[in-house]
């Protein structure tokens, strides 16, 4: 292979991890997008948002898709080592990641159309404050990817404890409100599971914090979780379809 043939292998590759890079991105401003429109489906009380929630989902798992086949490619054909390796198969796992974060506001967006039709109840005006700062955590974290800094990385793991903090205050507050009137019960319940999807969102944004320090160092992050409160509901890796 002359140098001019090498070099524009070289370049081509170059361009193909970077259209790979600018889908993962694009996935994640979708899904950050559909955690605040959930949202605000649910401080409008606007079932109709919150079914065009549920279904821009789709679009999420076909740019997942999109992201396997084009990274299934690049191994195949290119067959990459060291930092492009890393960077081929953290983009496979951010994906991943990115999807079930999709999957959580779908999740997010199916409660609040059942919450919508019960009298307003005051915990809602609590729920949004922790979506934002979900919302927050991912878009940070997907900064950090793009630039591949490491410190921003780190810092969004770290943040991952103030999600956790805020879940276990809100917990606690619905519980109250279903004691003190047996008609909170059912909304009350819901809103305790769209807080969970809304936890389970900043540990995905954890995960793709930790896939980065990968990537860019090639060693995994060995240091402890941070955690802000016991896990009051126990370990659910993925929503059920129903939006449990």
Same mark, same amino acid.
């Given at each position: 292979?002359?140098?001019?043939?090498?070099?524009?292998?070289?370049?081509?590759?170059?361009?193909?991890?970077?259209?790979?890079?600018?889908?993962?991105?694009?996935?994640?401003?979708? +899904?950050? &997008?559909?955690?605040?429109? =959930?949202?605000? %489906?649910?401080?409008?009380?606007?079932? @109709?948002?919150? /079914?065009? *929630?549920?279904?821009?989902?789709?679009?999420?798992?076909?740019?997942?898709?999109?992201?396997?086949?084009?990274?299934?490619?690049?191994?195949?054909?290119?067959?990459?080592?060291?930092?492009?390796?890393?960077?081929?198969?953290?983009?496979?796992?951010?994906?991943?990641?990115?999807?079930?974060?999709?999957?959580?506001?779908?999740?997010?967006?199916?409660?609040?159309?059942?919450?919508?039709?019960?009298?307003?109840?005051?915990? +809602?005006? &609590?729920?949004?404050?922790? =979506?934002?700062? %979900?919302?927050?955590?991912?878009?940070? @974290?997907?900064? /950090?990817? *793009?630039?591949?800094?490491?410190?921003?990385?780190?810092?969004?793991?770290?943040?991952?404890?103030?999600?956790?903090?805020?879940?276990?205050?809100?917990?606690?507050?619905?519980?109250?409100?279903?004691?003190?009137?047996?008609?909170?019960?059912?909304?009350?319940?819901?809103?305790?599971?769209?807080?969970?999807?809304?936890?389970?969102?900043?540990?995905?944004?954890?995960?793709?914090?930790?896939?980065?320090?990968?990537?860019?160092?090639?060693?995994?992050?060995?240091?402890?979780?941070?955690?802000?409160?016991?896990?009051?509901?126990?370990?659910?890796?993925?929503?059920?379809?129903?939006?449990?």
């Amino acid at each position: 292979m002359d140098s001019a043939s090498g070099d524009h292998t070289v370049r081509s590759f170059d361009v193909e991890l970077q259209r790979l890079t600018d889908t993962v991105v694009r996935a994640g401003g979708l +899904v950050e &997008a559909q955690l605040g429109d =959930a949202m605000q %489906a649910l401080i409008r009380r606007d079932s @109709v948002q919150a /079914a065009e *929630v549920v279904a821009g989902d789709a679009r999420v798992d076909a740019l997942e898709q999109d992201i396997h086949d084009h990274a299934v490619r690049l191994l195949a054909l290119r067959q990459p080592v060291g930092e492009d390796l890393r960077a081929i198969v953290g983009a496979l796992k951010i994906a991943g990641d990115l999807e079930r974060i999709g999957d959580y506001a779908a999740n997010v967006a199916k409660r609040a159309i059942v919450v919508n039709q019960a009298p307003p109840v005051r915990a +809602v005006t &609590a729920v949004p404050r922790m =979506a934002r700062l %979900a919302q927050e955590i991912v878009n940070e @974290v997907l900064d /950090a990817y *793009v630039e591949r800094d490491v410190e921003r990385a780190i810092a969004v793991w770290r943040r991952d404890e103030e999600v956790d903090e805020l879940h276990t205050s809100l917990f606690r507050e619905l519980v109250t409100y279903m004691m003190e009137d047996p008609r909170n019960i059912t909304p009350c319940t819901h809103l305790m599971f769209i807080a969970k999807n809304i936890e389970r969102i900043g540990d995905h944004a954890t995960n793709i914090a930790e896939i980065i320090y990968y990537l860019v160092l090639g060693r995994p992050l060995k240091d402890s979780r941070p955690k802000g409160g016991a896990d009051l509901h126990g370990s659910t890796p993925r929503p059920d379809a129903d939006g449990s």
